[in-house]
Every structure is written in structure tokens, then in C-alpha cells.
């Protein structure tokens, strides 16, 4: 009895010692992953460049254009409106669809205007393909009632600018010509001609990402001073402001600009696969290294884009 009792005690004992191991050692890996849960990860940078990023865009709105041309006598001209600013002179010349038919309005008309000395000239204006200060306009069917247009744009930035015309006519690609008690002045030389149609829609833009790649914010730490002729080490912070998990897929790529004498523009991937999932309210600290040309001069600034739609992005100052 005396005998199994001593055993009993030294069970007792050696499993007590284990206890303690086995809490003693959970004890010091929790702080082991807490003291590397507080300890900020560096994600190294990587030398590997990329191609330049363009944003991919919305197609534009287009208008049906499945009607037959215009015809001159489908149309009337339908008045006309000048518009003045910043050394801009633009003039807009409608036509309404007076007939019972949906008809096409597309190509460059011709112009015919009567001069003050009674006699009938015809303009020569530069074919405007897409846009120009005052916008597009692009090929559209017009139905019965409605109307269409083109532009004349140019610049009255000159010591004189042209003459005056009146009875402006319009040379339809349809055929025929539209006649009209419309006036006519010319700007300085150069002015251009828009088709004819429709003013061109542009799609709303987007609201800003409440999620992914694009909800992230983008901080830069520079150093002081930054020396021509080395290697520019910095810092970049991305944040996650959402209350999801953020995920550096696909990965992207990021734009470097620093300012000087000359630009230098870099494009590189980041380091994704040394990255983690960045959490809710989280951020990942990415190294980066800039070679600095020795002609660059005193840098000025730093722009740097993450190139993915919506673009965060930061412009720092050295030692700001």
C-alpha cells in the first residue's frame, strides 16, 4: 500500500512537470506570435519592370445609324449659335427633319456663304476626326422632328479676323443643298469643321470602389533628401479603409515619377508574392528602390500610382 502510494506521488509529480512544460512553452509561443504580430512586415522590393498601365476604358454611347443619308430636301436649317471664350470662337449649325422618314446625318458638309460684295463663295474649313475644344459630333440617325448639327471651331487669337458672310448654304453628303438666311463669321485662319449628327455621349463616371484594388489608399515616406546620381530608398504604405479583406489579385503594377530638371518615370510589378491579404483597417508596407539619373537636378516631387482602375495614388515632397 505504503509502496503504490509513492508511485502514485511520483505519477503525480511528473505529470504536474508536464503541465508546465506544455503551458510554459503555448505561454512563450503566444508571445513569440503576438511579439510578430506587432512587428510591422517589410515586403522587399523586387526588380521587376512593367509595361506601362492604361486605364481601360468605357466604350462611348453610340447612336443608331442604320437610316438612309439626308437628302436636302429632307432638311431645314434650323438656326445657328455662336459661343465665345478663352480665345475660342465656336459656331453651331442645326438642321431639323421636316420629312415623314428617319434619315442619316454623317460625313462634312460643304459651305457656300454670300460675301458683302454679293457673291457666292464657297469655304474651305479642316475636317475635325474626333474631338475639339467644344466637343464631337458623331454620325446619328435623325427622326422626323428631330434635329441634328455640326460645328465650325477655331480661334479669334489673331490681329484680324475674317469676313463676315450671310446666306450660308450646306452641301449634304446625301445630296443637294440646304439654304439658309444664316450668318457666317469666320475666324482666324485654321478654323475646323465637325460631321454631322449628334453631339457625342460620354458614360457617367463610375462612384469610387468601396472594395478591392482601387479602395486602397496609398502613403509615401521619402527620406529628406534624395540624391542625385544614387538609389532612392523609400517606403510606400497601402491601406485597406473597407471592412473586407483586400486580396493583391491580379497583381498590380505602380507608376514612379519623380520630378526634377528631367522626369523619371519607372514602371514596375509589385511584390506580390511576399505580400499578405491586407485586412479591414489593415495595411502592408512595400520597400522601394529608384535609380536617380545625376542629371535630374534637385527632385522636386514623387507621384506614385497603383495602376489599377481608379488609380490611389500619392504626390510626396522630399521629407514631407
Given at each position: 500500500?505504503?509502496?503504490?502510494?509513492?508511485?502514485?506521488?511520483?505519477?503525480a509529480?511528473v505529470?504536474?512537470?508536464?503541465?508546465?512544460?506544455?503551458?510554459?512553452?503555448?505561454?512563450?509561443?503566444?508571445?513569440?506570435?503576438?511579439?510578430?504580430?506587432?512587428?510591422p512586415?517589410?515586403?522587399?522590393?523586387?526588380?521587376?519592370?512593367?509595361?506601362v498601365?492604361?486605364?481601360?476604358?468605357?466604350?462611348?454611347?453610340?447612336?443608331?445609324?442604320?437610316?438612309?443619308?439626308?437628302?436636302?430636301?429632307?432638311l431645314?436649317?434650323?438656326?445657328?449659335?455662336?459661343g465665345?471664350?478663352?480665345?475660342?470662337?465656336?459656331e453651331?449649325?442645326?438642321?431639323?427633319?421636316?420629312?415623314?422618314?428617319t434619315?442619316?446625318?454623317r460625313?462634312?458638309?460643304?459651305?457656300?456663304?454670300?460675301?458683302?460684295?454679293?457673291?457666292r463663295?464657297?469655304?474651305?474649313?479642316?475636317p475635325?476626326?474626333?474631338d475639339?475644344?467644344?466637343?464631337?459630333?458623331?454620325?446619328?440617325?435623325?427622326?422626323?422632328?428631330?434635329?441634328?448639327?455640326?460645328?465650325?471651331?477655331?480661334?479669334?487669337m489673331?490681329?484680324?479676323?475674317?469676313?463676315?458672310?450671310?446666306?450660308?448654304?450646306?452641301?449634304?453628303?446625301g445630296?443637294?443643298?440646304?439654304?439658309?438666311?444664316?450668318?457666317?463669321?469666320?475666324?482666324?485662319?485654321?478654323?475646323?469643321?465637325?460631321?454631322?449628327?449628334?453631339?457625342?455621349?460620354?458614360?457617367n463616371?463610375?462612384?469610387?470602389?468601396s472594395?478591392?484594388?482601387g479602395?486602397?489608399?496609398?502613403?509615401?515616406?521619402?527620406?529628406?533628401?534624395?540624391?542625385?546620381g544614387?538609389?532612392?530608398?523609400?517606403?510606400?504604405v497601402?491601406?485597406?479603409?473597407?471592412?473586407?479583406?483586400?486580396?493583391?489579385?491580379?497583381?498590380p503594377?505602380?507608376?514612379?515619377?519623380?520630378?526634377?530638371?528631367?522626369?523619371?518615370?519607372?514602371?514596375?510589378w509589385?511584390?506580390?508574392a511576399?505580400?499578405?491579404?491586407?485586412?479591414?483597417?489593415?495595411?502592408e508596407?512595400?520597400a522601394?528602390?529608384?535609380?536617380?539619373?545625376?542629371?535630374?537636378?534637385e527632385?522636386?516631387?514623387l507621384?506614385?500610382?497603383?495602376?489599377?482602375?481608379?488609380?490611389?495614388?500619392?504626390?510626396?515632397?522630399?521629407?514631407?
Amino acid at each position: 500500500m505504503a509502496g503504490s502510494y509513492a508511485d502514485a506521488m511520483r505519477t503525480a509529480a511528473v505529470l504536474v512537470a508536464l503541465v508546465t512544460t506544455i503551458v510554459s512553452a503555448c505561454g512563450a509561443g503566444a508571445t513569440h506570435s503576438r511579439q510578430a504580430a506587432g512587428r510591422p512586415q517589410l515586403v522587399p522590393w523586387v526588380d521587376r519592370p512593367a509595361p506601362v498601365y492604361v486605364a481601360p476604358q468605357p466604350p462611348l454611347p453610340r447612336y443608331p445609324t442604320t437610316a438612309p443619308p439626308c437628302q436636302a430636301s429632307q432638311l431645314r436649317a434650323a438656326g445657328s449659335r455662336v459661343g465665345v471664350g478663352m480665345g475660342n470662337v465656336m459656331e453651331q449649325f442645326s438642321f431639323r427633319n421636316v420629312s415623314r422618314l428617319t434619315c442619316l446625318l454623317r460625313g462634312f458638309t460643304r459651305l457656300s456663304v454670300e460675301s458683302a460684295a454679293g457673291r457666292r463663295v464657297r469655304l474651305r474649313a479642316r475636317p475635325a476626326y474626333g474631338d475639339t475644344y467644344s466637343g464631337s459630333i458623331i454620325p446619328a440617325d435623325i427622326g422626323p422632328g428631330r434635329t441634328g448639327e455640326f460645328l465650325l471651331v477655331g480661334t479669334d487669337m489673331c490681329d484680324r479676323a475674317g469676313p463676315r458672310y450671310t446666306a450660308a448654304a450646306f452641301g449634304v453628303p446625301g445630296g443637294g443643298w440646304v439654304s439658309s438666311d444664316e450668318p457666317l463669321t469666320t475666324p482666324c485662319p485654321g478654323w475646323q469643321i465637325t460631321s454631322l449628327g449628334l453631339p457625342q455621349r460620354y458614360p457617367n463616371a463610375p462612384p469610387h470602389p468601396s472594395r478591392g484594388l482601387g479602395a486602397l489608399t496609398v502613403s509615401v515616406r521619402l527620406p529628406a533628401r534624395i540624391r542625385p546620381g544614387s538609389s532612392l530608398r523609400y517606403l510606400v504604405v497601402l491601406r485597406n479603409p473597407t471592412h473586407s479583406v483586400i486580396r493583391l489579385r491580379p497583381c498590380p503594377r505602380y507608376e514612379e515619377l519623380l520630378f526634377g530638371a528631367v522626369v523619371v518615370q519607372r514602371e514596375y510589378w509589385l511584390n506580390c508574392a511576399a505580400a499578405r491579404p491586407i485586412g479591414s483597417g489593415a495595411d502592408e508596407r512595400f520597400a522601394m528602390v529608384l535609380s536617380i539619373p545625376s542629371g535630374i537636378g534637385e527632385p522636386g516631387k514623387l507621384s506614385w500610382v497603383l495602376g489599377v482602375p481608379d488609380s490611389p495614388a500619392a504626390v510626396v515632397f522630399p521629407g514631407g
